[in-house]
Each structure stands twice: as C-alpha cells, then as structure tokens.
C-alpha cells in the first residue's frame, strides 16, 4: 500500500470509529442518587430473576444501579474514544510532517523497455574516456543515437555514407591536381564535400557523380518537437541538419581521413576549428558552408570574457572532449524519452570529469537539480522559503543545491541567447554567405589552403 492509500486510511478509520462510538453511547443525563437502606442483599435468583424486583420500594434501587453501570460504561468508553482520537491525530500530524512520507529521490526509470541500450552505451563510452578501449567518434555517435532507437540504426548504411563522402572529397582532391596527404587539403576537402556541390567521376562508374552540399534544415533546429533533427544518421539520410550534426560529421570524417580538427562551442551553437599550414586557426561554419573569423563568432553577442576563460566558448575540444560531449547528448535523448533520473546527472558528472566547459553537461546538470527540486517540494504544496526551510530542511537542501548551481554556471560567464537572438545570427550568416558568392576574395582564400 502506497503513502496517499494509507493517508486516506488513517481518515476513513477516524471518522468511522468517532461515528460508531458516539451512536453506540448516546449522551445519558446523570440520575439523582436514591436512598438505600443498610443490611439487605441484593443478588439474582437461579433463574436469573432479581428477586427484589417486586418488592415495594427496591425497583428504584434497581434502576438506580443499572443507571449507575451505564454511567461507567459510559465514562469508560468515553476515555477509550478520547484515547483514540488522540493517537489518531496524532498519526495524521505524524504523516503530515515525517520525513519519511516524502519522497527525496527522482524514480528510477531503470527497467523500462530500452533504457539497457542506453546503459550499455554510457558504458562504452566511459571505457573510451578512461583508455578501456581506443576513441572512436564514429562508434560513440552510433551507439548514442542507435540506443534512443533500441538497436534499430542499419550500421551498414551509416559507414556506407561515411565511405562516399571520404571517397568523393579523396577523388576530387585528385582531379583538382591536389596532395591529398597535405593535412589542409583534407580539411579543405572535407568541408567542401559537406558545402559544395561537386561533381566527380568515381570509380566503376561511367558517369559522373554530382555531390550535392549539406543543407541548414531551419525547421524545428532546435529539435523541440523531434529529437532526431540532432542526430547524424538522420543527416547522412536526409542531407540536411543543424550545428549539432553538422560538426560531428565533419569530425567522423575527419577520423576516417587522419585529418586534424576540433569541436568549439559559442552560445547554444557548435562549430569546427582547424589549423592552417602556417599554424592559424580557422573556423568552419558549417551551418551555411563558409570559413568565419574569430570576430564573426564573438560579435554574434552573448560570449563573455569569463565564458572564454572558463573554456565554455571558443576552444578547441580534444578528441576525448568531443566523446565526453556524446556522453551529454546520451544524457540529452535519455531524458527526452524517459524524463529525469540518476542516470542523467551521472552522465552529466562524467562528462564533466573529461570537459569541465562542456555547456551541454551544465545544462544538464542544472536541470537535473531544478527536477528534483520541483519534484519534492510539489510534494508539500510549494510553501513559501522560510516555511521550506523550518519544516522541510532536505527540501529546502535541494533549493540551495540547484540555486548554487544556478550560480556556478553565472559565474562561469554564461548568458541565455533567446530565440530572437539565435535567428538574428542565422540570418546574419546567410547575408554573409551571400556576399561571399560574389565576393572574389574568398577564392583568394580558398587558393591559400591548396
């Protein structure tokens, strides 16, 4: 029996037993006392017969006495009803106030249908993180988006998509008379096959191929209403996605090439940063297939000097940051299919432990504490602070624990983009994709890296 049946319990047996002991004995007024004279006997014959009661003068004493008992009965059981009443208010107050009645920990979805692929997944990617088993992005991306999906991703057609690419950006490296081993030239290439449109002619073909850019997929980019916009399986399938997607591709191609390059953050965005022969760094924006400067990514507002120096924006994440980051995103689609429990902050702590400035695992964090908060302290009505604070301190424990982090995350120089912001920067980038296509500088550019 749960905690609200036996509340309910504890009322039903109250009101149940003051209804029954109050009909049983009814108020009785109390007699006047008769007067009895010494030295008789009153007893019952054999029968069962009081044989005083026919005689003149003793039927009052009979009475008397029969009141009498019922006085005492009366007082008797009225003391037992005071009695009960009291431990049975005393059990309601008991239940009101014991901590025992409240609920302190989120409920396990552990068991559920599907939540085993997502352990084994976390698994997986923690023996990557601590040198259990090599870093691969390829795998990790895989297995994060294959276990919100139950194991039903075709591996095949997910390299298969993979092998084009490479296979496309190796062929047209050559007809353009590149050195494909020159480390910028892949990186030029790969993000030309993800940005351009190419036309090649592959091998055990007759004809030519034309590959066809990544597009920006502008509805539902922040995959609000379906997850799967953040997924590179449904990129490789569909040949659009958003700056979550987009970058990790490039990064699984990267991999499967040798070339080198490094995920970077700005506010609620993610985009690639690869150097030069000359050792500059330079910044892939993906989003619209166009190369930005540092400036670019800083004017688009909300970064801080604090948010640069805490590592949250603009720096380069090594390879096992990027695993740490599918660790947040496994986090990010376990909640959006089963809700929060234990196992989304242990993610988010692990994730921490390999990318301290991992945003996508403080967010996680965060929200993880404003549940359980929310979920305890719904439980006693939302009081006001000072009464969650004399009358529920773990409660009141939980506030300060997810107002800290609040605080932690401040501090470290985050500030909230709105939506209207975000679209504001979006269309900057596409004015400035515009230009380019007319601007000859930016072939310029693109001569520098061949």
Same mark, same amino acid.
């Given at each position: 029996?749960?905690?609200?049946?036996?509340?309910?319990?504890? #009322?039903?047996?109250?009101?149940?037993?003051?209804?029954?002991?109050?009909?049983?004995?009814?108020?009785?007024?109390?007699?006047?006392?008769?007067?009895?004279?010494?030295?008789?006997?009153?007893?019952?014959?054999?029968?069962?017969?009081?044989?005083?009661?026919?005689?003149?003068?003793?039927?009052?004493?009979? +009475?008397?006495?029969?009141?009498?008992?019922?006085?005492?009965?009366? =007082?008797?059981?009225?003391?037992?009803?005071?009695?009960?009443?009291?431990? %049975?208010?005393?059990?309601?107050?008991?239940?009101?106030?014991? +901590?025992?009645?409240?609920?302190?920990?989120?409920?396990?979805?552990?068991?559920?249908?599907?939540?085993?692929?997502? !352990?084994?997944?976390?698994?997986?990617?923690?023996?990557?993180?601590?040198?259990?088993?090599?870093?691969?992005?390829?795998?990790?991306?895989?297995?994060?988006?294959?276990?919100?999906?139950?194991?039903?991703?075709?591996?095949?057609?997910?390299?298969?998509?993979?092998?084009?690419?490479?296979?496309?950006?190796?062929?047209?490296?050559?007809?353009?008379?590149?050195?494909?081993?020159?480390?910028?030239?892949?990186?030029?290439?790969?993000?030309?096959?993800?940005?351009?449109?190419?036309?090649?002619?592959?091998?055990?073909?007759?004809?030519?191929?034309?590959?066809?850019?990544?597009?920006?997929?502008?509805?539902?980019?922040?995959?609000?209403?379906?997850?799967?916009?953040?997924?590179?399986?449904? %990129?490789?399938?569909?040949?659009?996605?958003?700056?979550?997607?987009?970058?990790?591709?490039? #990064?699984?191609?990267?991999?499967?090439?040798?070339?080198?390059?490094?995920?970077?953050?700005?506010?609620?965005?993610? !985009?690639?940063?690869?150097?030069?022969?000359?050792?500059?760094?330079?910044?892939?924006?993906?989003?619209?297939?166009?190369?930005?400067?540092?400036?670019?990514?800083?004017?688009?507002?909300?970064?801080?000097?604090?948010?640069?120096?805490?590592?949250?924006?603009?720096?380069?994440?090594?390879?096992?940051?990027?695993?740490?980051?599918?660790?947040?995103?496994?986090?990010?689609?376990?909640?959006?299919?089963?809700?929060?429990?234990?196992?989304?902050?242990?993610?988010?702590?692990?994730? #921490?432990?390999?990318?301290?400035?991992?945003?996508?695992?403080?967010?996680?964090?965060?929200?993880?504490?404003?549940?359980?908060?929310?979920?305890?302290?719904?439980?006693?009505?939302?009081?006001?602070?000072?009464?969650?604070?004399?009358?529920?301190?773990?409660?009141?424990?939980?506030?300060?624990?997810?107002?800290?982090? !609040?605080?932690?995350?401040? +501090?470290?120089?985050?500030?909230?983009?709105?939506? =209207?912001?975000?679209?504001?920067? #979006?269309?900057?980038?596409?004015? =400035?994709?515009?230009?380019? =296509?007319?601007?000859?500088?930016?072939?310029?550019?693109?001569?520098?890296?061949r």
């Amino acid at each position: 029996m749960n905690r609200i049946s036996k509340y309910f319990l504890i #009322l039903a047996l109250f009101f149940t037993t003051t209804n029954n002991l109050l009909g049983q004995f009814p108020v009785i007024p109390r007699p006047q006392p008769a007067t009895i004279s010494t030295g008789v006997v009153i007893g019952t014959s054999a029968n069962g017969v009081n044989p005083a009661a026919n005689i003149p003068g003793f039927s009052n004493l009979n +009475n008397n006495n029969r009141q009498r008992q019922q006085l005492e009965m009366y =007082e008797r059981d009225k003391r037992e009803l005071q009695q009960r009443n009291a431990e %049975l208010y005393k059990m309601l107050h008991e239940y009101s106030t014991s +901590n025992h009645s409240i609920q302190y920990e989120l409920p396990s979805c552990v068991g559920m249908p599907g939540t085993d692929y997502f !352990y084994q997944t976390a698994k997986k990617l923690l023996d990557m993180l601590s040198g259990k088993i090599p870093l691969d992005l390829k795998e990790a991306v895989f297995s994060v988006e294959n276990a919100y999906f139950e194991g039903n991703i075709d591996r095949t057609k997910y390299e298969k998509a993979i092998s084009e690419l490479v296979t496309i950006a190796q062929v047209k490296a050559k007809q353009d008379g590149l050195n494909w081993n020159t480390p910028t030239t892949k990186n030029i290439m790969l993000f030309r096959v993800m940005s351009d449109t190419l036309k090649v002619k592959l091998p055990a073909r007759e004809s030519s191929t034309v590959s066809y850019p990544m597009q920006y997929d502008f509805d539902d980019f922040w995959a609000k209403e379906d997850i799967t916009k953040y997924f590179v399986t449904k %990129l490789l399938a569909s040949h659009s996605g958003q700056c979550h997607s987009l970058p990790l591709l490039y #990064l699984i191609l990267c991999e499967a090439t040798g070339a080198e390059a490094n995920l970077a953050f700005s506010p609620m965005h993610s !985009y690639i940063k690869f150097k030069d022969q000359q050792g500059n760094w330079n910044n892939l924006e993906l989003t619209q297939g166009r190369i930005v400067t540092d400036a670019f990514i800083i004017g688009s507002g909300f970064i801080t000097t604090e948010a640069i120096k805490n590592g949250l924006y603009m720096e380069p994440q090594t390879k096992k940051q990027a695993i740490a980051h599918c660790l947040s995103d496994l986090a990010m689609y376990y909640e959006r299919k089963y809700g929060y429990d234990k196992f989304l902050l242990q993610c988010a702590d692990s994730a #921490l432990k390999y990318a301290p400035g991992n945003f996508s695992a403080l967010a996680m964090k965060s929200n993880y504490h404003s549940a359980h908060f929310e979920y305890t302290v719904n439980q006693v009505g939302w009081p006001p602070q000072d009464t969650l604070k004399v009358h529920y301190p773990r409660i009141y424990e939980l506030y300060e624990e997810r107002n800290n982090f !609040y605080r932690k995350i401040d +501090n470290m120089g985050y500030r909230e983009m709105p939506k =209207e912001a975000y679209n504001a920067w #979006l269309n900057a980038v596409n004015e =400035e994709k515009e230009r380019r =296509e007319h601007d000859d500088k930016y072939n310029k550019v693109l001569r520098l890296f061949r």
